[in-house]
């Protein structure tokens, strides 16, 4: 039988930097493990955890954004913890990082959009999918933008989810996006883990 890696006493410390899927579905893989004892700790610049599924996913896939639930019970595990508003590079360096943990996750996915070079991308009025999905789950890096909705006509380039979510969304009728839908419960283990209320 191998040995186990950590103990009670001194578990193996990991660091997830990025609190989004892939962040969370690593932690669950590491706390799934029989053969390892370990605590772990996510960084993320954001206040509030789960990434793309709180940011990303249209406002009316309920469904789809069920899946924090799963991220909760994650979060809520003793052995983890949430620090947000933690920008990696500028409040954490990786030289720092390496001082309290034994293994560092990034889980950070991409930052910025591809342009497509084509004529008029740089137009006013043009925006990558990106900054108006931001803008309508609210996230806080696109919350100051206006975007003129009175227009008859809007063109969508691409045919992919985001796509499909944009132009849905576009033509949802306003009320019944301001529809209020039932906030996720925050973890009981908030206070101790310094974790914004989501």
């Not at 001194?10 to 493990?33: C, D, H, T």
């Not at 910025?112 to 990558?128: K, Q």
């Amino acid at each position: 039988m191998t040995q186990p890696l950590g103990t009670e006493a001194r578990p193996v410390r990991i660091a997830i930097i990025g609190a989004g899927p892939a962040g969370f579905y690593a932690a669950e893989s590491l706390l799934k493990r029989k053969d390892l004892v370990c605590s772990i700790d996510f960084f993320n610049r954001l206040p509030t955890p789960f990434g793309l599924v709180r940011d990303g996913v249209a406002p009316d896939h309920q469904s789809i954004k069920a899946v924090t639930r799963v991220y909760e019970k994650i979060v809520g595990n003793p052995q983890v913890r949430y620090f947000g508003n933690v920008t990696f590079g500028k409040d954490l360096l990786h030289e720092d990082m390496k001082t309290y943990y034994d293994q560092i996750v990034y889980a950070v996915g991409a930052q910025s959009d591809r342009r497509m070079d084509i004529p008029g991308e740089d137009l006013a009025g043009s925006y990558p999918a990106t900054v108006f999905v931001g803008w309508y789950n609210g996230h806080p890096d696109y919350r100051d933008l206006h975007f003129d909705l009175s227009v008859e006509r809007v063109v969508v380039v691409g045919n992919g989810n985001v796509a499909m979510d944009v132009a849905r969304i576009l033509v949802t009728d306003p009320d019944e996006l301001a529809k209020p839908i039932s906030p996720t419960t925050p973890s009981p283990h908030c206070a101790r883990a310094r974790c914004a209320k989501w």
